[in-house]
């Protein structure tokens, strides 16, 4: 059993929609959890970062945390072509002390 | 947020020789860097922590001897691929944490270096 569990897609909406995107995890010692965006051939950019469970709101992303169920999600809303994507969900036991431990990364596409 | 640079970008090498790739954070010092891999169309491996001033901490699997890390400075961590073989080709991401301000212990990632051994 993979330790990160993440549909790679392609998931295809179209533009102004609400995008869910969602991980689930084995290993309950995960504290921390992170969402990243990448661009094809380029380095992930940390989009949401939170710390144990419950929700954070950043513009039109919102990350939930429910580590009772082991699943995280990350919700876009109004969708814009630009966010068109890959989305890794990403996780870790000490924040910035350990290494991260990735989803395979779900390929997004907004269409116009 | 903070900005992590690698160079090169791009290499392309033949069997059997050895490639560096640097990793500097540029506006802030990083005492642990993290190197990665990444495989078309998988997700990102951890393959090692870089500590500064002492030895890299190589996950299961990893050959040390194969990879060898170099954390120099607080701004600079260097990946070395000793005789590369074709099986290597690959995507280099590395990582650093900040320790300070809004990102405290927040990953940032460079832009990745891609690996062509020919």
């Known amino acids: 059993q993979k330790e990160v569990e993440q549909d790679p897609g392609p998931l295809s909406v179209p533009e102004g929609a609400i995008v869910s995107l969602n991980c689930t995890y084995s290993?309950?010692?995960?504290?921390?959890f992170m969402w990243y965006r990448q661009y094809s051939r380029k380095g992930p950019e940390l989009l949401m970062y939170?710390?144990?469970?419950g929700n954070k709101e950043d513009g039109r992303f919102t990350a939930q945390v429910d580590k009772s169920s082991k699943y995280i999600s990350l919700f876009i809303r109004d969708s814009q072509p630009s966010d068109s994507a890959t989305y890794l969900c990403a996780m870790s036991f000490w924040g910035g002390a350990d290494g991260l431990t990735f989803g395979k990364g779900t390929h997004l596409i907004i269409q116009p | 947020g903070a900005v992590v640079s690698q160079h090169p970008s791009r290499v392309i090498c033949k069997s059997g020789t050895s490639v560096k790739i640097e990793c500097r954070s540029l506006d802030f010092q990083a005492t642990t860097m993290f190197w990665y891999r990444q495989f078309p169309k998988k997700s990102l491996m951890l393959m090692a922590t870089s500590n500064e001033g002492s030895k890299a901490t190589y996950e299961q699997g990893v050959e040390k001897d194969k990879f060898l890390i170099n954390h120099a400075s607080l701004t600079l961590s260097t990946l070395t691929v000793t005789s590369a073989h074709p099986e290597d080709s690959s995507f280099y991401i590395c990582s650093a944490p900040t320790t300070s301000g809004r990102n405290y212990n927040e990953q940032f990632f460079g832009p990745g270096t891609r690996l062509t051994v020919l």
């Open positions: 939170t710390y144990s469970s």
């Open positions: 290993n309950s010692a995960f504290q921390y």
